[in-house]
């Protein structure tokens, strides 16, 4: 017998994520594309080079992948400030990157039987200099230890799974606060309830200003 949240018409087999030599041949021209989907973001075109270079260096072989190791190996020594002053000071349009990624997550993988999932992670550090560190409960290792957390949402469906927030957490509560308001967020955004979390009950819902009504 199934629980109340999980029937058999809402069961389906999540993609595997499984990458072959094929899906990797036109990589950097793929992600270059990806790229080019949010220049409008950006003022001027060397933060947009730096963005890119960044972003492809994340998917390389360094072992320390932070800015100067990412910069020497994509753009050569003499790039190394720019990138870092990019990661620091320059300006882009965060949430207007952000509302473009989710339009194309939803063009991708909109489904109504779509899910949202939530989750926080802990993240052990040495030192304490890294933003948010504190001893604090750590899931990864089931303990209070020094460490960073995030909480994370992400969107399923039966056409593929994306990250699609995170926020870094100065404990269990904030982390929790981001849970409770992206989750209102994305139901406006994506404009749907997912139904598995309101089966059995009216949902009368007011989405920029216009009334939708739904039966689960």
């Known amino acids: 017998m199934l629980p109340a949240i999980r029937q058999e018409e809402y069961l389906y087999e999540i993609p595997q994520f499984s990458v072959g030599k094929d899906d990797v041949e036109d990589f950097m021209g793929e992600l270059r594309a990806f790229h080019g989907e949010f220049s409008e973001y950006f003022c001027r075109q060397e933060p947009r080079d730096h963005f890119f270079n960044y972003m492809s260096g994340r998917f ?68 304490k200099d890294s933003a948010g560190v504190a001893r604090q409960y750590c899931g990864t290792v089931g303990k209070v ?17 994306a990250l699609v927030n995170k926020r870094l957490g100065g404990g269990a509560l904030r982390v929790m606060s981001f849970i409770f308001l992206y989750f209102f967020y994305i139901v406006i955004q994506f404009r749907f309830f997912p139904a598995h979390l309101l089966q059995g009950a009216y949902a009368q819902n007011f989405i920029r200003g216009k009334a939708l009504s739904a039966e689960f």
């Open 145 to 161: 230890e020094n460490c960073q957390v995030g909480g994370f949402a992400a969107y399923a469906s039966r056409h593929g799974y």
């Open 60 to 127: 390389g072989d360094l072992k320390r992948k932070t800015a100067e190791p990412i910069a020497i190996r994509t753009s050569g020594r003499s790039s190394v400030r720019g990138m870092q002053r990019n990661l620091s000071h320059a300006i882009w349009d965060e949430p207007g990157i952000l509302r473009k990624y989710h339009e194309m997550v939803r063009a991708e993988m909109g489904d109504p039987d779509g899910v949202l999932i939530f989750d926080e992670s802990g993240f052990v550090k040495k030192g």
